[in-house]
């Protein structure tokens, strides 16, 4: 029993929302945003459940890695398709740069809005900067691990699981210390800062793609699968480990720790019996997953964050969030569909024009 297509889609849905929790509640300093009930220590409680929201990354990250080995054990990991993949989301991003920016620079509610710079315009519109909006750093990052994911997966294939997971985890480790701790000083050059950035943004995303197809190489989802499938109670027992996992990030508060809780949340939410309502409401939202990411901040921070604060408490706030997500969502699939349809036509008239020729 491997991770199927469905449970994919539930698990994305499921991290998009551990995304908005974590970007609108990993606070303490709540005033002028929300209210809330109940504090420990003064601290609001949904800032230690939002903190698991850091595993939001990790577990897409690892889908990913998990799916492209299957792919590639199907042989359809190839270039070209990485490069329509890498074209699809482009062209998704584009959408919605040309939709949001210019209303973001009507409403100049950022200093970065308040006049065009031609060059950081630019830089945006390639995905090379994310001054428009901080959660497009990502898109940088995916490009570089969808390019590279042949190179990781020849090495997934060819060397020890263990071996693996100890250099990648090496490297995560420093990447981490970098990014956060700044150990090592690059000095003041600009692009020599940008590229080292991205260098160590990559490398705290990679364990999770690594150890992805790990678990699709190793079948370990399957042992583990068997083990636990079976068990009496086993809900109860899945929501307490996901209890346990909260209550030891409210301790660590670090995000070191969030492959690690993406891999134990990918586990325990994959074997938990779910309702029919809970798998096709994640999978909605999983549809949409890719707009809510690209577009979410400029509701809550870059262009209304007083509208999508508005409701004042945290669970109208992030229902209200996701409610402007979506609808922005079907605007811009309205644009995106056809695109792509197009798209999707004539590579297959193209394929169909090569095979007759190959003939």
């Known amino acids: 029993m491997e991770i199927t297509k469905n449970d994919t889609n539930v698990l994305k849905g499921l991290a998009i929302i551990l995304m908005l929790l974590l970007h609108l509640f990993c606070r303490k300093d709540i005033e002028g945003f929300y209210e809330v009930f109940f504090k420990i220590n003064d601290v609001p409680f949904i800032y230690y459940i939002s903190l698991l929201g850091d595993a939001c990354r990790p577990i897409y990250l690892f889908l990913t890695g998990y799916?492209?080995?299957?792919?590639?054990?199907?042989?359809?990991?190839?270039?070209?398709?990485?490069?329509?993949?890498?074209?699809?989301?482009?062209?998704?991003?584009?959408?919605?740069?040309?939709?949001f920016i210019?209303?973001?620079?009507?409403m100049k509610k950022r200093d970065i809005f308040l006049n065009i710079d031609i060059g950081e315009l630019i830089l945006s519109l390639l995905g090379l900067s994310n001054s428009y909006n901080g959660a497009w750093w990502f898109i940088q990052i995916y490009i570089i691990i969808v390019l590279l994911s042949p190179f990781i997966i020849r090495l997934v294939r060819k060397f020890n699981p263990l071996i693996l997971?100890?250099?990648?985890?090496?490297?995560y480790f420093i990447s981490y210390l970098q990014r956060y701790r700044e150990i090592i000083d690059f000095g003041d050059n600009e692009i020599i800062l940008k590229i080292v950035a991205v260098l160590f943004l990559f490398g705290t995303s990679q364990l999770s793609f690594l150890v992805g197809a790990i678990f699709a190489k190793e079948k370990i989802y399957s042992k583990i699968h068997q083990k636990f499938f079976n068990i009496k109670h086993k809900n109860i027992f899945c929501i307490?480990?996901?209890?346990?996992?909260?209550g030891f990030h409210s301790i660590v508060e670090s995000s070191i720790i969030a492959p690690i809780?993406?891999?134990l949340l990918v586990f325990l939410f994959t074997i938990m019996n779910k309702s029919t309502v809970v798998e096709n409401t994640l999978s909605f939202l999983?549809?949409?997953?890719?707009?809510?990411?690209?577009t979410h901040m400029f509701f809550y921070m870059m262009i209304f964050p007083e509208l999508t604060f508005a409701p004042k408490y945290p669970i109208f706030i992030f229902i209200w969030l996701f409610v402007?997500?979506?609808a922005s969502s079907y605007l811009i699939n309205l644009i995106y569909n056809p695109i792509v349809k197009l798209l999707d036509k004539k590579?297959?008239?193209?394929?169909?024009?090569?095979?007759k020729v190959a003939g």
């Open 67 to 99: 799916a492209f080995y299957i792919i590639s054990n199907k042989g359809n990991l190839i270039f070209k398709k990485n490069i329509k993949r890498i074209f699809k989301l482009m062209i998704n991003f584009w959408i919605v740069f040309i939709l």
């Open 102 to 106: 210019p209303l973001a620079f009507i």
């Open 165 to 171: 997971i100890f250099i990648s985890g090496v490297l």
């Open 240 to 246: 307490m480990g996901i209890c346990i996992i909260i």
């Open 261 to 263: 809780n993406g891999v």
């Open 286 to 294: 999983s549809k949409h997953s890719t707009n809510i990411w690209l």
């Open 324 to 326: 402007l997500s979506i």
């Open 347 to 355: 590579g297959e008239i193209r394929l169909l024009k090569d095979n």
